[in-house]
């Protein structure tokens, strides 16, 4: 099903990296900024196997992403909580004015930033499995 293995290589290539600077972020606890890239890490493990099936991969949304694939046979259903979790980080994990005071990096904590790694990897590794490199 993947008819295009280097381009969706290079995106899963980027997602790894973006992770481990994710995991960097937690231990500096800078946990706004670990919790935006595990969404990062997220989004283009997911585009990565989106292109790598030939499908033009849109948007920002995981959700939405894990849609696209199930439309094409994947099974992602056990990924959709993951999904929501790292998708409410997308915007508010960055901008000043998605709070109704402080900054972002108040609203953030270690518990959170581990939750949102837990859920990276555990699309990441989807994704893995799916192009035969799990």
């Known amino acids: 099903m993947i008819t295009d293995r280097e381009e969706c290589r290079r995106w899963l290539e980027q997602a790894e990296k973006t992770l481990e600077s994710a995991e960097r972020d937690k231990q500096a606890r800078d946990y706004n900024w670990c919790c935006f890239k595990a969404q990062q890490a997220a ?5 990565g196997l989106l292109y790598g099936i030939g499908v033009s ?16 046979g994947f099974q992602t259903s056990d990924l959709a909580r993951d999904a929501r979790i790292l998708d409410r980080h997308y915007i508010p994990a960055r901008y000043v004015n998605a709070h109704p005071e ?11 930033a581990e939750e949102a790694l837990k859920s ?3 699309i990441v590794s989807f994704v893995r499995q799916a192009i035969g490199h799990g």
Do not use: I, Q
């Open 120 to 122: 990276a990897r555990k």
């Open 43 to 47: 989004e283009f493990a997911l585009k």
């Open 102 to 112: 402080g900054a972002p990096f108040e609203f953030y904590d270690l518990p959170t």
């Open 57 to 72: 991969a849109v948007g920002h949304s995981l959700l939405k992403l894990l849609g696209e694939l199930e439309k094409r």
